[in-house]
């Protein structure tokens, strides 16, 4: 069945009462299996695995990627083949309500990679993977409690576009429309092959992996594997006295961060998001890493952790540049960032407020959706209480005041909405910078321990992005005809699959099942590496120091020196005006200030890798973007989502292997 909407005069005139109608008896699918077992298992599989790359991706580069295309297209490729096979294929709804499932499994690392993060690191502590696996559930809970009451307002009446949803809904309805069907098989196979090669690659340059195959399974006496650092053969020279050693300010480049790798997760990363993004991170590390950083070191305001610049036996690390100068003026830049461009959406602002003050309606008297819509009961009732469990955990768990768990709720509400309205008109959900709000309002209030500010974000945070995904993937749902209540529970069973995927994960991968406190390292050591960054948690903890070091008082504000103080001066006015000129030209502006910030935070050769992945698909849609008929337009533009998911799927998922293997049977 082709795709059917209202038309801009319809949406603006028609009363909700009206639209519901309509697509009860022109788009509803009422007799078609949807939240079927095979469904939500495939779902709930499907998710686990992809919440592996998503808290794969997010420890490395700070965000997590929606996964609901790749679900959509993998569910229809494995069903195709087994229908091929003489199984039953599955529906179009089937398909969405994995796509759901997954959606919500993929976005429950987001707290993990971030605030839950920065607050172990704050109080060098870990958290009891119980205590992380229920708050998680809660919080995401809450969040769908909270979008339903929305979701009748932004989907169902006003009609918004919500722009991911909406692709993801116009490509379920490509795949399974006759001639779609072989180009979704050929994007299928391309996403396959692309997480094969990443795969490969990924297996070949895993140490431990191949320490397992050759050593372990093979019985060879040592172990090769393809080294992923890329100017290693020039390094191998200076060691024979064949090349100089690169410098800069004294200092050896790689003590610098300044060492390219191949990393195919991130290529696929940099693809997703785009050249100017990719431009704007790298345009922030080799200003941070390759400019501001050694005019400090030259000038003596960041003195090597050890080591003498005198002798060249200076030592630095990318960890320690960060966290002892760089962090202050990359996370003002990205504060002052997202604050203004949220701020210049003045149409988010206003369909919140119109929410809040609006003058209910009353239910009209022939709801034909009354028996498929979640019931309203459910929330007005749920959101108090379950939002009174999660008071209840951040008091007893973290400490946080009663009355200051309370004060967040009313605040939830006002977040959701604001981020809901803006992920219903742009496709951008700004958890990050909504934050921040929290940070500094119960930082204000509390700052003798980071729990206040950072706990109160991670339950604003948390659930607000939770509502704003949760009606991302409701859309391509009502846009095929599904019910509303079962992709609530699909929705749900996500949540659970998510939190079971991603919590022993999160403690087997960043070494947190086995962390000693007497054994002399912290949690941030142990976390922290060169292959996981952690850029959001970076952000947060660097949020919450920056409350402690404005409200805390007394040893605290020793934290900022003079010339910290100057770099967020000047990050902050250089933010403002690359952000009003980005605003002002449209988006042509070719610089982000949020991804220059963000650049500085990220891994350098993460960057590189990411702007080399969207310039790879920028010169494709340049060259073969006039031309479809084409090879090159079917492979470089028709699958780039394909490509790119199938790259950070592939890499992932075998770093991830390696890094059990290591933990398992080589430590």
């Not at 919500?104 to 990679?113: D, F, I, K, Q, S």
């Not at 955990?393 to 709720?409: N, P, Q």
Request: hydrophobic share 50%; aromatic share 8%; proline share 5%.
């Amino acid at each position: 069945m082709a795709l059917q909407q209202l038309s801009e005069e319809q949406i603006r005139t028609w009363s909700r009462a009206r639209k519901d109608r309509w697509w009860y008896e022109h788009v509803y699918r009422g007799d078609m299996p949807q939240l079927t077992l095979r469904a939500a298992l495939c779902g709930f599989l499907l998710g686990g695995l992809l919440t592996a790359t998503n808290l794969y991706v997010g420890a490395r580069a700070g965000w997590t990627l929606g996964v609901g295309l790749t679900a959509v297209i993998t569910a229809f490729a494995i069903y195709r083949i087994g229908a091929r096979l003489g199984a039953r294929d599955i529906t179009i709804l089937e398909n969405n309500a994995v796509q759901s499932i997954a959606t919500a499994a993929g976005y429950m690392t987001m707290p993990l990679t971030s605030g839950l993060a920065a607050y172990m690191w704050a109080t060098n502590t870990v958290l009891p993977p119980w205590q992380v696996f229920s708050l998680t559930i809660v919080l995401s809970a809450l969040g769908v409690l909270v979008a339903f009451p929305l979701k009748r307002r932004f989907i169902n009446d006003e009609q918004l576009p919500f722009p991911e949803g909406r692709a993801c809904g116009v490509v379920l309805d490509t795949l399974y429309e006759s001639a779609g069907a072989a180009a979704g098989m050929f994007r299928a196979k391309v996403l396959a092959l692309a997480a094969a090669g990443a795969g490969v690659i990924g297996l070949l340059s895993g140490e431990h992996l191949m320490r397992l195959l050759q050593q372990r399974w093979l019985g060879l006496q040592s172990a090769w594997h393809l080294p992923a650092s890329l100017d290693g053969w020039y390094y191998a020279l200076v060691e024979r006295g064949l090349a100089p050693l690169p410098r800069l300010a004294g200092v050896d480049l790689r003590q610098l961060a300044l060492s390219p790798t191949l990393d195919l997760a991130m290529i696929g990363a940099g693809g997703l998001m785009g050249v100017r993004t990719g431009l704007s991170l790298l345009v922030g590390a080799l200003l941070n890493f390759g400019v501001v950083v050694p005019a400090m070191i030259a000038l003596g305001e960041l003195p090597p952790r050890s080591g003498s610049l005198a002798d060249g036996t200076a030592m630095f690390g990318r960890a320690y540049i960060l966290n002892h100068w760089s962090l202050w003026w990359g996370v003002v830049m990205m504060v002052v960032a997202a604050l203004l461009g949220l701020a210049a959406r003045p149409q988010v602002f206003v369909a919140a407020y119109r929410s809040l003050t609006r003058r209910r309606r009353a239910p009209p008297t022939d709801d034909v959706l009354r028996d498929i819509e979640l019931p309203l009961p459910v929330s007005w009732i749920g959101v108090p209480v379950v939002g009174a469990l999660g008071v209840w955990m951040l008091h007893t768990w973290f400490g946080v005041e009663w009355w200051l768990g309370a004060a967040a709720l009313p605040l939830i509400l006002l977040l959701a909405l604001i981020s809901v309205s803006s992920t219903a008109l742009t496709g951008i959900t700004p958890s990050g910078s909504l934050s921040k709000i929290p940070q500094f309002v119960f930082g204000s209030i509390d700052a003798r321990t980071p729990a206040p500010n950072l706990m109160t974000a991670v339950m604003c945070a948390e659930v607000a992005s939770n509502a704003s995904n949760l009606l991302m993937d409701i859309k391509p749902g009502y846009m095929l005809g599904a019910k509303p209540r079962q992709q609530a529970l699909g929705h749900l069973i996500g949540i659970v699959a998510g939190a079971l995927a991603a919590t022993p994960l999160f403690y087997l991968l960043f070494g947190l099942a086995h962390f000693d406190p007497a054994g002399g390292r912290s949690v941030a050591d142990t976390m922290v590496s060169e292959r996981f960054a952690f850029p959001s948690a970076v952000q947060w903890k660097g949020v919450s120091d920056l409350v402690a070091a404005i409200f805390g008082g007394g040893t605290a504000r020793a934290l900022l020196t003079t010339s910290i103080v100057w770099s967020m001066i000047i990050a902050a006015a250089a933010a403002l005006v690359m952000e009003v000129l980005r605003i002002r030209t449209r988006g042509r502006f070719p610089l982000s200030p949020l991804a220059i910030g963000l650049g500085v935070v990220v891994p350098p050769d993460s960057s590189l890798m990411m702007f080399l992945g969207g310039l790879v698909f920028w010169l494709a849609a340049r060259r073969y973007g006039n031309r479809p008929e084409s090879p090159g337009y079917r492979l470089g533009v028709e699958s780039q989502e394909s490509i790119c998911a199938g790259l950070i799927a592939g890499a992932a998922l075998t770093g991830i292997a390696d890094i059990l293997v290591k933990v398992f049977l080589f430590d």
